[in-house]
Nanobody, 132 residues
Framework: EAQLVESGGGLVQAGGSLRLSCEAS????????IGWFRQAPGKEREGVSG????????YQTGSVKGRFTISIDNAKNTVYLQMNELKPEDTAVYYC?????????????????????????WGKGILVNVSS
């Protein structure tokens, strides 16, 4: 069964760091756009960061730019989200998702619409809790 599995979440104090992992099983990340999304209590799910496995391009939304970094390890079929300088407002359930995508990905619209045609895969999500 093809799936995405997130790991690395937990409780951290403000100013701390966490690294989330998103491992694909049953398929490879060849020619995929992979994104991290989050949903805080009482809020809609929002896109945070994306990466293209085709050309390595990356994107972070303004609220996390300079603090979060997305990367991919093709050998491990895993995408990472390094989160530094965490703030209480980063508290949310974080999801990774992937959509087959060839060529350049326009991440602003791709994250906003949560996929061009709908994500092929979603992880189940993992909680990140940042205490003040």
């Amino acid at each position: 069964e093809a799936q995405l599995v997130e790991s690395g979440g937990g409780l951290v104090q403000a100013g701390g760091s966490l690294r989330l992992s998103c491992e694909a099983s049953g398929f490879t990340f060849d020619d995929y756009a992979i994104g991290w999304f989050r949903q805080a209590p009482g809020k809609e799910r929002e896109g945070v960061s994306g990466i293209s496995s085709s050309d390595g391009s990356t994107y972070q939304t303004g609220s996390v730019k300079g603090r979060f970094t997305i990367s991919i390890d093709n050998a491990k079929n895993t995408v990472y989200l390094q989160m530094n300088e965490l703030k209480p407002e980063d508290t949310a359930v974080y999801y990774c998702a992937a959509e087959k995508a060839f060529g350049r990905v326009h991440f602003t619209s791709w994250l906003l619409s949560q996929g061009y045609y709908g994500m092929d895969y979603w992880g189940k999500g993992i909680l990140v809790n940042v205490s003040s």
